[in-house]
């Protein structure tokens, strides 16, 4: 959906529809689009119209339809393919050279051309805005861009960085006008002018409008007029009202997991509501503070990583809307094996647990503390912590409780290295084992938990980072997980599925749950 970054509600304790984005090969500008206008309910802010801001669901979800990307992820894919450019490739063997040809006639929605100057100058304008709320830090390894023509971008890396394809294809890479937004600050007066397939008409605090853009030229096709989202800013019980009264055509993110299950069952008028399911890439995880004097002894990790109970987590606390994860890599994202699984199993194992902790000469009860924030991760937070404070409890081998603190106060106190155990959630920005590994364990990684592993960091994240044929890099990438299951300086809980809850004269959701987590307007149809 957007950023890297870390979860604003627990997948499981809420809705995700992400539909695809991605235009493919040249054709004739779409031109109003067929259908009826479809309705959107969403817990999500949309907190900023400008790409060099916002780095949040909402905001991507409004950058993925208003503005194009040299390239874009397709249907059910999670390789970048050409959208405003008509080819991109690395140039050389060691990935640090980049090069795009722009698709002829493209047009942003006021009609001015767009051309290799805005590339530049939109990726140029978000590094040197810089914003701490922005995607800049995507782009980071950009060193320079040359654009010798009208239709040619030029990309010079600093390092080899294979993933660079997967970055720019994200909401990271959406292409302004340069003649609409200032080079050295922000756009404030809440518009939005790009090449995509939509136009933004209006918003405020309620709701947001958007059209087809007529200028759009692209493969896609609008197969509605236009969309309308609805705010309701985590508020479930209003959400899941006017879902029920028909008030919106389908809900995305925010409805309670209990909530999924009665709906499904709900007559809208003539309409039944339903619950579309699919995979998704967002992941929970305990994280472990390698210099604390408890669980930084590797066997009070190893016990607690067979004690801990997943199935029971996803069915009790989650209501079956998440499913168990076995390594830092999720399920439908390249690269991905079992680690924790093939050495912890799938279910507790008291007896290893006791074994491990005997055979380091722990004899006691192991006291320890798990730290939560609901305020972030969302209100399930409290109630999953507290059900493995049980599960290390029953085995007879831990004294484990939890503390639950506001988010700001907890992200202080984590960087300040004042818990040994604590949550974190991630949402990645882009469908590559890459963002679930380099971010965690490569330097200043966003962890803050004192591991670091010289065979991670001098050698495999360098190696992953410089095959741009990713199939090439999954030997490393096994080795990565491999090292991190018999480290476990993080203990992998869940990976989110993903839903939509709408009412059945809504097609086109078929393509929205995906690892690729961009959201896709024009495939929504409305009978």
């Not at 905001?59 to 503005?67: A, E, P, Q, R, T």
């Not at 639950?404 to 959630?425: M, P």
């Not at 300086?489 to 709408?502: C, E, F, S």
């Amino acid at each position: 959906m957007r950023r890297n970054q870390w979860l604003a509600a627990p997948l499981g304790a809420a809705t995700a529809a992400a539909l695809l984005s991605g235009c493919g090969s040249t054709g004739s500008p779409t031109t109003g689009g067929g259908g009826k206008g479809v309705v959107m309910g969403i817990s999500d802010k949309v907190k900023s119209t400008d790409p060099a801001s916002g780095y949040d669901p909402g905001s991507w979800l409004l950058f993925n339809n208003v503005f194009q990307s040299l390239l874009s992820f397709p249907k059910g894919g999670t390789t970048p393919e050409p959208d405003a450019a008509q080819a991109c490739n690395f140039e050389g063997s060691d990935s640090k050279l980049y090069k795009c040809t722009l698709r002829t006639g493209l047009k942003f929605s006021n009609g001015h051309a767009l051309t290799s100057k805005d590339v530049k100058y939109s990726f140029e304008r978000t590094l040197k805005i810089n914003d701490d709320n922005g995607p800049a830090v995507m782009l980071s390894s950009i060193a320079g861009i040359d654009t010798p023509d009208d239709q040619t971008v030029v990309f010079r890396l600093k390092t080899s960085d294979a993933t660079f394809p997967s970055k720019i294809a994200s909401g990271a890479g959406s292409i302004v006008d340069h003649t609409e937004y200032p080079a050295d600050k922000l756009r404030t007066d809440g518009k939005a002018v790009g090449s995509g397939v939509y136009k933004l008409d209006s918003m405020n605090e309620k709701s947001a409008s958007f059209s087809v853009n007529d200028s759009y030229s692209g493969k896609a096709k609008a197969k509605n007029t236009g969309v309308t989202l609805k705010f309701f800013n985590e508020d479930q019980a209003a959400l899941k009202k006017v879902l029920e009264s028909g008030e919106v055509d389908f809900a995305f993110r925010g409805l309670a997991a209990k909530d999924i299950a009665s709906l499904s069952s709900t007559k809208t008028g003539d309409h039944k509501v339903e619950v579309v399911q699919g995979t998704g890439a967002e992941v929970e995880h305990l994280v472990f503070n390698m210099n604390d004097p408890v669980v930084g002894k590797l066997p009070v990790r190893k016990a607690i990583a067979y004690l801990v109970d997943r199935e029971a987590l996803v069915k009790d606390v989650y209501d079956g809307t998440a499913t168990s994860l076995y390594s830092i890599v999720p399920a439908g994202i390249g690269s991905h094996n079992t680690a924790f699984f093939d050495r912890y199993g799938g279910s507790p194992q008291p007896k290893k647990a006791e074994a491990v902790l005997r055979a380091a000469g722990i004899k006691d009860k192991v006291k320890i503390t798990l730290y939560s924030t609901p305020s972030r991760y969302g209100p399930s937070t409290d109630q999953e912590f507290q059900l493995i404070a049980k599960q290390l409890n029953d085995s007879g081998l831990f004294e484990a409780d939890v503390k639950s603190i506001e988010f700001g106060q907890y992200e202080k106190d984590i960087q300040d290295g004042k818990y040994g155990v604590y949550v974190k959630g991630w949402v990645p920005d882009y469908p590559d084992a890459d963002n679930f590994t380099q971010p965690f364990f490569g330097p200043d990684n966003v962890l803050h938990n004192n591991y670091d592993n010289k065979e991670i960091t001098g050698s495999i994240i360098p190696s992953t980072s410089a095959k741009s044929d990713r199939a090439a890099a999954t030997t490393d990438y096994n080795r990565l997980q491999d090292i991190v299951a018999d480290e476990i300086p993080i203990l992998p809980l869940w990976q989110g599925k993903q839903y939509a809850v709408t009412r059945q004269n809504v097609t086109g959701l078929q393509w929205s749950l995906d690892a690729s987590t961009v959201f896709r307007f024009w495939e929504i149809s409305k009978g």
